[in-house]
């Protein structure tokens, strides 16, 4: 089959999700069929050992192997080897709905070229979420992206999205990590990409087994790569507000001592700094070392 033949590519990244991929396979062949849209549903497996691989293709899916470890990598993998113009992607953990992509490729057959679906605006089911992720992660990775890039995204780190493929291939995403889902917003923003956001609701995942996701880890990678892209927000700002600090602590000790310096008794120039018996003083902007001793 050509690139670009067909119109849509489900995309799911999989690594072991033997208890939830024939789920998100059928709301996804439903989806497509009750809608008409010629597209295909690809897996990209990350070396899953549980039967993920067997189930998607029983259910007729199609499925690459991804050798590269990492959900950055599997994704970019897979957006290569997609045959549709169009892809949305989500996680096959039974977390996101397939059966509901018609808001996500109404969006791009606008000419968005990236449509990111927001969690906190269409809902997230009790228990879908860790606190954690809910009320500080996700939050604080979103305002750092929208205060660093004037990003108007929401959520940032939203698993469900649907994309232009050729557009996103231009930006040559690199990120191998969780961290890619950051990159590809970031990306899109600065190569001034045509993006919009929808709502989403966020479910229980059906697996009975730890997510993939690291808390801290990833929470880290995602910020370290924001800061990394944004050398003003990086070293300037930062600077500038040191060197801020610096001036201000400089002048108040400048002023402290002036107010605390006593006249030279043989010249009645001001004393400002006293140094080895030699007294720095100042007259009409104009500093000299007074050789005389100062009479206390």
Request: glycine share 8%; net charge positive; aromatic share 12%.
């Amino acid at each position: 089959m050509e690139e670009n033949s067909l119109e849509l590519t489900i995309l799911m990244p999989c690594l072991n999700e033997s208890q939830t991929i024939e789920k998100c396979i059928l709301k996804a062949k439903k989806s497509l069929e009750e809608n008409k849209i010629n597209g295909e549903i690809l897996i990209a497996d990350n070396g899953s050992t549980d039967g993920s691989k067997e189930i998607a293709i029983k259910n007729g899916a199609r499925v690459i192997d991804v050798f590269s470890k990492g959900y950055g990598s599997a994704l970019i993998e897979g957006t290569k080897q997609a045959y549709g113009k169009f892809v949305i992607m989500g996680d096959s953990d039974d977390s996101y709905d397939f059966s509901n992509i018609m808001p996500f490729l109404e969006k791009l057959r606008d000419g968005y070229d990236l449509v990111m679906g927001n969690r906190y605006k269409g809902g997230i089911e009790k228990g879908a979420m860790p606190w954690s992720h809910k009320y500080i992660g996700t939050p604080v990775i979103s305002y750092i992206g929208r205060l660093f890039y004037k990003s108007k995204i929401g959520d940032f780190n939203c698993g469900m999205r649907g994309y232009n493929k050729q557009a996103i291939l231009n930006l040559d995403l690199k990120c191998s990590g969780m961290e890619y889902a950051s990159e590809m917003i970031v990306e899109a923003n600065l190569n001034n990409l045509k993006i919009t956001e929808i709502p989403i609701e966020l479910k229980k995942d059906g697996r009975n087994h730890k997510p993939h996701l690291k808390s801290f880890s990833d929470g880290w990678r995602h910020l370290k790569f924001l800061l990394m892209y944004s050398p003003k927000w990086l070293f300037l700002i930062p600077g500038l507000i040191l060197m801020g600090i610096g001036l201000i602590r400089k002048f108040f000790i400048y002023v402290w001592k002036f107010k605390n310096s006593k006249c030279c008794s043989r010249c009645s120039f001001k004393i400002i700094f006293r140094s080895n018996g030699s007294c720095w003083f100042s007259n009409d902007n104009i500093f000299s070392i007074c050789k005389n001793i100062c009479t206390k």
